[in-house]
T-cell receptor
């Protein structure tokens, strides 16, 4: 069974600092997704990573994928308050029935402190 | 207008009651999913459907059933609600054959079982 682990689970950062969220997964996959969820809101797609070495950037967020290490990172540069949210990674893998489905990590709740 | 809608948005019910959560989408996608979100557990897949005649159990299907009435509609039922089904429920959609299985989420239904 596919396991997807994120760390840290909770992260408080000062504005202007850099930090990285890690997403490890337990089976072979070359498709990984990052989502953002604001409190009480739905999930919004941030990045789609499709191959080993893929890197995507949007504003102060940059995501990368290392399929050999089964690791994705979400790097935050010079954090600002607007980035406070919960971030989920999700891995695309075959289910026991041979159908593809997403398995989500437990999420990282990020709080940016002025 | 939202592409993926869920009704109701909030619901309080009593133990033993039958309840149905509905999801509709205008994205034209053929795949639909139901997830539940609990604090600290991320999103867990309840059921998913890849077309109108296809229904698959997810990792936590016990106590739930679904109906795919049309390509655009996917309903989740709790036959006899219990308090540990109190959670935030999300519907999501995606498209077969797309380069990526990027899922698009509805706004969520907050369900409380007393």
């Amino acid at each position: 069974e596919l396991k997807v682990e994120q760390n840290p689970l909770f992260l408080s950062m000062q504005e202007g600092k850099n930090y990285t969220i890690y997403c490890n997964y337990s089976t072979t996959s070359d498709r990984l997704y990052w989502y953002r969820q604001d409190p009480g809101k739905s999930l919004e797609s941030l990045f789609v990573l499709l191959s080993n070495g893929a890197v995507k950037q949007e504003g102060r967020l940059m995501a990368s994928l290392d399929t050999k290490a089964r690791l994705s990172t979400l790097h935050i540069t010079a954090a600002v308050h607007d980035l406070s949210a919960t971030y989920f990674c999700a891995v695309d893998a075959l289910s026991n029935f041979g159908n593809e489905k997403l398995t989500f990590g437990t999420g990282t709740r990020l709080t940016i402190i002025p | 207008d939202a592409d993926v809608t869920q009704t109701p948005r909030n619901r309080i019910t009593k133990t033993g009651k039958r309840i149905m959560l509905e999801c509709s989408q205008t994205k034209g996608h053929d795949r639909m999913y139901w997830y539940r979100q609990d604090p600290g557990l991320g999103l867990r897949l309840i059921y998913y459907s890849f077309d109108v005649k296809d229904i698959n159990k997810g990792e936590i299907s016990d106590g739930y059933s679904v109906s795919r009435q049309a390509q655009a509609k996917f309903s989740l039922s709790l036959e006899s609600a219990i308090p540990n089904q109190t959670a935030l429920y999300f519907c999501a959609t995606s498209q077969t054959g797309a380069l990526v299985d990027e899922q698009f989420f509805g706004p969520g239904t907050r369900l409380t079982v007393l």
